[in-house]
């Protein structure tokens, strides 16, 4: 019999940097009796952060999965939580969750609020519709303020965070919570490290406060839920506990409410309480409606429910290597069950796959298990060829599920082995690393013969290049970092293109003509760069040749006219060609389609795009006017000034290309007082000065190799 999956709850904990993630995950392994220590981040002893650079640089580089057992009025929960990175440069290993997570516990520290990355993931959230609970952590630091936070929650992230609970004292005077649905005062009990809590009355000088925010609680969940606005009217204090957490609970399903807590993670306070809500409140994997996806031989929609009895579906949403038991992959099982042993299908390659063995995960160590059902999170082993984001499903029901859209890099590196020796070796390792990570490319640089690797920042390569060093026992010389520009078309042309080859015997020919112009606007190029219209008509190009003409095109773009960067996006339309009985074939229109592209794109009015990055300094006062003249010679554009905690906040966009090395420099116009975030927000055209700066060292590089 399969479990009940009521008593499930897939969760992941998201947040900015050093809000508390992965202590806070550390405390919930305490408590759920996992583990018989407390583990610390600063003293590199978390379990999630396994890795050498995680426990060095005291920061999560991957979402490490855990499953916990919580004990909840007198019901066993089994909670599969996903702890994610906080640095920028990582969030794709954010955005890989979110997509198969039920529910998250979002992270703010109760001093420093809402801070550029918060931002950035609960957009993730918002596009995933994911139900999420607040908890504003670090109660106990000087400067913490629930109530702040609560309203920036509200205000800068535009959703109706309602507080469920208030403080008793803050900062060092922090012990404990006034919980607003009960009406009651809890203090934490420090001899058994915050497991249970003690009821105390509500301090006299809250009283008032109180009263007001459990209005304000009670009125958001009776407009939320009608049966519950008469009785309110009547009488506010006739609402039973089980009746507000009902109305609460469909509230955070349907994403209308985001419920806030608090406490103190690393004193042992409102984890469990947390905790506790999580089961209450937060979705079960029957909460869910049936996945959608599509049947492979019909391109129908097809739903899968989230039981047993329903064939097997389930998403690969990572991919890591594991030095004991090889390459592991991360599922989020829909529906049915999968045994080891037994076989699946890949509908991304189409062919079999044999999962031997299957393990419920605990960071870095696995727990053998016999199966996996619908609502689980697990990860399997003993397959050939499964990528992120792949649907494995059962063989005689086959069901395509959305696949994950992953941003692209924007920053290289060419690197070589230091020896000959590792040549090979690096080839290898690169390949399982760019397997684990969808937002690292590595790719060989046709004109120079180098390495290039790409990434999402310079600690996203710096890492990557560690790994290499640490887990596969590579050392590479490393070029300066490179801006991965990219190249784009303004105007449009038509073009006739004929390819003919004699060489005795068969010979080679294809005619095409195409008109080639800039996308439609509402093209989306992040599923294709190439918009592909036939409008070939009474046969002047047989069928069969058609997808060549456009695998041609799509092969070309990889290489722009101007200084070889890739093509963002263009629109071929296929108007007219001939054939030769005789000597057409594909090749030969494949052929003809690249020449096309060669000779056409210079009449388009090509220009060279540059990524812009999205920017925020945190600084003093003092040092505002300096960080802004510093950000203006960088090319930046200022987005808009904001204050935080006495400090001040600048939003700027700047051009990737400038903002190398500048951690090192702001640290010394401001004596290491301010801080900065950076993260990619769009592509731009290059002013023409840098275009030509480009295309001279481009062509300089070809000239080089050729001399």
Known sequence: MGKDLKLVRN?????????GKTTTTERILYYAGVNHKLGETHEGSATTDWMAQEQERGITITSAAVTVFWN??????QVNIIDTPGHVDFTVEVNRSLRVLDGLVFLFSAVDGVEPQSETNWRLADNYKVPRIGFVNKMDRSGADFLKVVKQVKDMLGSEAVAL???IGAEDDFKGVVDLINNRGMVWNE???GMTYTEVPIPDDMKEEVAIYR???????????ESLME????????????EILDALRKAVLDNAIVPMVCGSSFKNKGVQTMLDLVMELLPSPADQDAVKGTDPRTEQEINRKPSESEPFAALAFKIATDPFVGRLCFIRVYSGVLESGSYVLNTRSGNKERISRIFQMHANKQNPIERIGAGDIGAVVGFKDIKTGDTLCDEKNPIVLESMVFPEPVIGLAIEPKTQADVDKLSIALGKLAEEDPTFQVFSDEETGQTVIKGMGELHLEILIDRLKREFKVEVNQGAPQVAYKESITGSTEHREVYKKQTGGRGKFADIKVVISPVDEDWDVTKSPLQFVNEIVGGAIPKEYIPSVQKGFEAAMANGVLAGYPLSGMKVRLIDGSFH?????SLSFELAAKLAYRNALPKCSP???EPIMKVEVLTPEENMGDVMGDLNRRRGQMQGLDSRNGSQVIKAHVPLSEMFGYVTQLRTITSGRATSTMEFDHYAEAPLNIQDEVVAKSKGKIKDIED
């Open 11 to 19: 969760i992941g904990i998201a947040a900015h940097i050093d809000a």
């Open 72 to 77: 909840y009025r007198g019901k066993k929960y």
């Open 165 to 167: 609970q208030l403080p």
């Open 191 to 193: 001899h058994d490290k």
């Open 215 to 225: 209005e304000k609680l009670l009125e958001a969940v009776a407009s939320y839920d």
């Open 231 to 242: 009785k309110f009217f009547e009488d506010p204090d006739s609402l039973t506990e089980r």
């Open 581 to 585: 009985p005789v000597d057409s074939d």
């Open 607 to 609: 220009v060279l795009m």
